[in-house]
Structures are given as C-alpha cells and as structure tokens.
C-alpha cells in the first residue's frame, strides 16, 4: 500500500508514526510538507511572550528518522482526489491512499490595517516577531482580538490575554496599561460553562476587559483604533490579532471543499472521493481547529488503514474527544475535557488551575516529541 500524507502538522505525524511503527515495512509512506520543521501552536505563545527562543521550539523534520518513511519538503501545488495524484515543486506523487492533513491558512491581508498597525500572532513567523514587539513595548493600551470564525484553539486568545497580564506585570508596566479581549463567542470556552467560568473569574480579578460576540474588522492605523464588525470602535497601542483562517489554496482548488472546508464522514474521516480521507484543521468535521482533535482524527485513520492492511473489519472511529490545556498564568495551568459528536450537545469536564497540570502539560508536548521525532525535548 502507498500512503501518501500532505501536511506534517498535528494529523500528519501521527498518522505517520502510527503507521510507520505498527506496519513496518509493508507499506510505503511519503509525508510532504513545506516546513523545515514543527513548532507547536503553545510554543507560538511562548516564544511571543520570551518564555524561550525561536530555535528551542523549532523541530526539523530532518529528525523523522524512519526507515520506512520518507520526508519530502516541497510545496504542494495541485491535488486530484479522483486520481490521488498530486503535483508539488519536486515532481509528482501518486498513491494508493491520500490523506490530507494541510491545516488552515492564515491571511493577516485578509483584515485592513492588521499588517500596518497590529501584529498577527497565529502564524510561526508573527508570533516570532510579536516578540520584538512585546519586549520593546513600554505600556499602554493592548487589544487580543479575533477577527474573523473559525479560528484555531479557541481558549488561545483568553491565554494570551492572561499571559498578556503576567508579561506587563513581571515589567512593572501592568498599572499603566490596559488589557482588552475581544472575542466572537458568547464565552470564552462555549463547551464548558466551568472552564469559562472560571476564566471570566480570572479576567475580573485581573481587571482584563471581555468583549464578547464581538469580532474586529479591521484597524484604522492613523487613529490606531479597532474596528469592529457592530460599529463600535477600540483604541490601541499595541494590538495582538488572531487572522483570517482558510483551505490551503491548493485544497480550495481541488474541487474537495465544500463552504470553504473539507467534509468528511465524521466517524471514519473519509472524504467523498475513495481512499481519500482528510483530519484536523482542514476539515468541517464539526471538532475546533486545535492539534489534539487532528491528532485523534489521525490516530482513526491509522487504526483503519491498519485494519485495511490486515484484511480485519476497521472498527475504530472518531469520538470528538479531546483535552486541552489552559494557561492561567502564575505557573497555573487549567485542564478541560471536551466531547463533540453529532447530534449531542458538546460538553466539557474542567480541572482547576494548578502547578501540578503545568507539568502534564509539558508532558503532553515531551510525549509528542519522543514519539515524532524520537528526541528528548523540555517545552520551556
Ligand atoms: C497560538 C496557538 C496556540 C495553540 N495552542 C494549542 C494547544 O494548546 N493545543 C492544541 O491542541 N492546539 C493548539 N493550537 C492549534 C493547533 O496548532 C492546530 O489546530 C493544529 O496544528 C492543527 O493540526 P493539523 O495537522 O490539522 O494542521 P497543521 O498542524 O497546521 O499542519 C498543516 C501542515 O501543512 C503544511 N502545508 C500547508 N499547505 C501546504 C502546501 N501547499 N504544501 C506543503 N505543505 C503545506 C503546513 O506547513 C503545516 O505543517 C494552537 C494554535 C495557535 C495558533
């Protein structure tokens, strides 16, 4: 059987790591991405707020050392579900089954002002360079806001809010600023009315202000105010935004995308085309865009075509579940549980900030280093 996986993010490599270490041999895996490497989505965080440098939360993919995979980077530039038959820099690829794990794009452009007059910090290189940002800034007026749905890691912003908190404190400059959140959900983690309660207790107590159902259109970069979407206006010295997300442009025009996104079975992850399946970010599966939903798609998948290569019925399927882990700030970390599956109301089950969880936390990154790349690797 040749596999072929597009996007090493979250999805891709744990399909291929699965695959590589329960198939072995049997089977040919091709994992293509653009990246040099992998930076998790909470390293982003970390960097931006000088927690620890570029270089430390940078994984090249010149470590996925297995004999039966092999890394291609180049970008892809064409896609045909019919054929699985893809074009991409290097030259093209075909495949017996295709998966499709290329994330969500980011578009800062999309949002007028946003490049001019605030910073992105989605994307690798934003966040890197929000760093700058942050360390030169001497206070004033800070805005974390999204501008547009979906958006990955819906809890990032409140984080980044609290993180915000810490940040001008450690610096002396948290009297003479002010913190703002401006969000389009009605709270901030909709699931879990005690996880959301729980943050909205924390943004009180830290005096950061919550604006909720609210969405920022874009930034006036002369009267440096934010524009939103209900009229109403925001002024800032420094805003922190969360882009525009969509399809890679390859997959908007490979005819698998339905209201910009990939449908696919929400229990099997398979797309409409045969032997082409699609996780994580890329897909309407009806889960948020975060790593740990595109990693339990993944690990389905896996088991399926695992199955598929023993010639045994393919059981497993996807449940919806995922934890995430919720910065509080302090060395305080929160858990929540979450469950998303069709026809129920998706529900979440909160552990309380502790110092305790920071450390599962870490353990959460370690464990997906160890198992990706084979290497040892402290989150900060
Ligand atoms: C600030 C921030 C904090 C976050 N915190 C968390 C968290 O704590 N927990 C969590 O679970 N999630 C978190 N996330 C979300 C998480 O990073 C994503 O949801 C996750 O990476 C999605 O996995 P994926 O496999 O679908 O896509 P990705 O991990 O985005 O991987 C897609 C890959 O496809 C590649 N690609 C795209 N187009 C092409 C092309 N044309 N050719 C070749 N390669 C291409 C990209 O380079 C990329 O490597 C966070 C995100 C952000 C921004």
Known sequence: MRILVLGAGFGGLE????LATELGDDVEIVLIDRAPGFVFG????????????????????????????????????????????????SGSF??????????????????PGLLEAGCEYYTVEGAFAAREVLAGFRGGRVIVGVTSTPFKCPPAPSETA????????????????????VMPLPSPIPPSPAASQALLAAFAERGIAWHPERI???????????????????????????PTHRVPAVVAESGLCV????????????TAFPDVYAVGDVTSVGTPKAGVFAERQASVVADRLIARHRATAPESTYDGTGICYLEFGHHRVAR????????????G??????????????EFGTSRIRRWFGKQWTSY
């Open 162 to 181: 609290l993180m915000m908190h810490d940040f001008l404190l450690e610096r002396g400059l948290r009297e003479s600023s002010e913190i703002a959140l």
């Open 349 to 362: 089950r909160f552990e309380d900030p502790s110092e305790a969880l920071l450390a599962d936390k870490s």
């Open 216 to 242: 920022v259109r874009g930034l006036d970069p002369q009267r440096r105010v934010a524009l939103l979407a209900d009229g109403g206006e925001l002024e800032f010295d420094l805003f922190l935004g969360v």
């Open 15 to 18: 399909l291929t790591t699965r």
């Open 94 to 111: 075909d495949a017996d089954v295709l998966v499709i794990a290329l994330g969500a794009d980011l578009d800062p452009a999309a949002t």
């Open 42 to 89: 909470f390293s982003k965080l970390d960097v931006m707020f000088g927690r620890t440098t570029a270089d430390a939360v940078h994984h090249s993919y010149s470590e996925v050392v297995r004999p039966n995979v092999r890394f291609v980077q180049t970008t892809i530039r064409s896609i045909d579900p019919a054929t699985r038959h893809v074009e991409a820099d």
């Open 336 to 347: 929540v549980e979450v469950t998303f599956r069709s026809g129920e109301r998706p529900n």
């Open 259 to 270: 209201d910009g996104w990939i449908p696919v079975d929400p229990l099997t992850l398979e």
